[in-house]
C-alpha cells in the first residue's frame, strides 16, 4: 500500500503549536516543559535557527544512565550531530523510512530555514490508520452500493 499524504496536511491537522527550547537552558527545564505539554521533544532553537532536537531518550541516554545531574547539565550538551529535517512537501512514506532507518521518533519540519514544527511516529502512524480506514470505507460503499456508517 503506497501511503498518500504530505507533511505539510498532517502540520494543518495538528495545528500551528511549536514548542522549543534555546541550547542554555538546563536539561531538568526542557524535561519540565516536555511533560508539561505532553510532549516527547523539544525543538533546540538559537538565534531563531534550528540547532538540534532534545527527546526523552537524549535523556534517559546521555543524562540518567551517565549519572548526570539534569539540573547541572544545559541542553546543548546532550545534543547529537545536526537533526534530521523534512520538508512540508515530503511524503508520509518517505518520513516512515527515514525513522526507520536512522532510529530516530521526531523529524523537525522545516521550509528554507524557517521551522513549520515537528512531526512524530505517532503522527505518521495516526495519518496511515485514518488513510486505510478512509480506503477500507470506500471499498465497502463501492461493494455493496450503500455507504456504512463510520465507526
Known amino acids: 500500500m503506497t501511503t498518500v499524504g504530505t507533511i505539510r496536511e498532517i502540520l494543518n491537522h495538528k495545528g500551528d503549536a511549536l514548542w522549543t527550547v534555546p541550547p542554555e537552558r538546563t536539561v531538568f527545564e526542557a524535561i519540565e516543559l516536555m511533560a508539561e505539554k505532553n510532549i516527547g521533544a523539544l525543538l533546540v532553537v538559537k538565534d531563531g535557527k534550528l540547532a538540534g532536537l532534545i527527546t526523552e531518550r537524549d535523556y534517559t541516554r546521555k543524562v540518567i544512565l551517565k549519572g548526570r545531574a539534569s539540573k547541572a547539565t544545559l541542553v546543548r550538551e546532550i545534543l547529537s550531530g545536526p537533526a534530521i529535517r523534512?520538508?512540508?512537501?515530503?511524503?508520509?512514506?518517505?518520513?516512515?523510512?527515514?525513522?526507520?532507518e536512522h532510529r530516530v521518533r521526531h523529524l523537525?519540519?522545516?521550509?528554507g530555514e524557517q521551522i513549520l514544527g515537528v512531526i512524530s511516529i505517532g503522527d505518521l502512524v495516526n495519518w496511515v490508520i485514518s488513510a486505510q480506514s478512509s480506503t477500507i470505507h470506500q471499498l465497502e460503499?463501492?461493494?455493496?452500493?450503500y455507504p456504512t456508517p463510520p465507526s
Not at 460503499?141 to 452500493?145: A, L
Open 86 to 100: 523534512v520538508s512540508p512537501e515530503h511524503t508520509v512514506e518517505h518520513c516512515l523510512r527515514l525513522m526507520t
Open 141 to 145: 460503499t463501492y461493494i455493496t452500493g
Open 108 to 111: 523537525p519540519v522545516l521550509e
